[in-house]
Structures are given as structure tokens and as C-alpha cells.
């Protein structure tokens, strides 16, 4: 009769990276909703580029649909942000505006000036 050693088993507080049995780093789990998403997006784009022009594009629009639901707080943040990124764009189309009234300004100034 022999004697056979049973190996300790190896607890997750020794690999907290890892996996317990083999040691190796858990890999993580597929994004499937990014996946079907960007295939869907291929999809639709192929079908674009080959000419069939309302199959594609219906499988943009579920591609886009598809993101929307997926991300969701990033759309929310972009919304509230959106009226800030609006307000600058107005000033700056009304800085450039003062700009070209200012420019015709001195336009006519200097057409008046070399005509007389």
C-alpha cells in the first residue's frame, strides 16, 4: 500500500488576476452587442457599395438604433451637453459676422476714398 500526497488546493487569493487552476489571466468576456453592432454597420455598408441602396440602408438604421440602445448615458451626456456646444457656435458665427461688417466697412471707406 502506497502513500499518495493530495496537492493543496490553490485558493483565487493567490492568482487575484488570474485564474485559480492554471494561474493564467481570465480573459474577458466578448462584447456581443459591440460585435453585432459593428457587423450589422459592415453589413449595411457592403450592401451600400454594391448598389442595393434600401437593404443597406436599413441595416445602417438598425446598426444605429442598435448603438443608441447600447449607449444610452453617453447619448443622455452628449444631449445635455449639446446646448453649451450651440451657444459657442453662435458666438462665433456673430463674432465672424461683426468681422465681415467691419471688412465692408472699411471697403466702402476705401472706395470712397480712391474715387474721389
Do not use: C
Request: net charge negative; proline share 4%.
Amino acid at each position: 500500500m502506497g502513500v499518495t500526497a493530495f496537492p493543496h488546493p490553490v485558493t483565487n487569493s493567490n492568482y487575484p488576476d488570474g485564474d485559480a487552476e492554471t494561474g493564467m489571466p481570465q480573459q474577458e468576456s466578448s462584447d456581443w452587442m459591440g460585435i453585432t453592432i459593428g457587423g450589422t454597420l459592415l453589413v449595411g455598408s457592403l450592401l451600400l457599395l454594391s448598389g442595393k441602396k434600401r437593404a443597406g440602408l436599413v441595416a445602417t438604421a438598425a446598426a444605429t438604433a442598435l448603438t443608441v440602445l447600447d449607449q444610452q448615458e453617453t447619448i443622455r451626456e452628449w444631449w445635455n451637453a449639446l446646448p453649451q456646444y450651440l451657444d459657442e457656435a453662435q458666438r462665433l458665427l456673430d463674432q465672424a459676422q461683426s468681422t465681415i461688417d467691419d471688412l465692408a466697412a472699411k471697403r466702402e471707406k476705401l472706395l470712397g476714398m480712391f474715387n474721389r
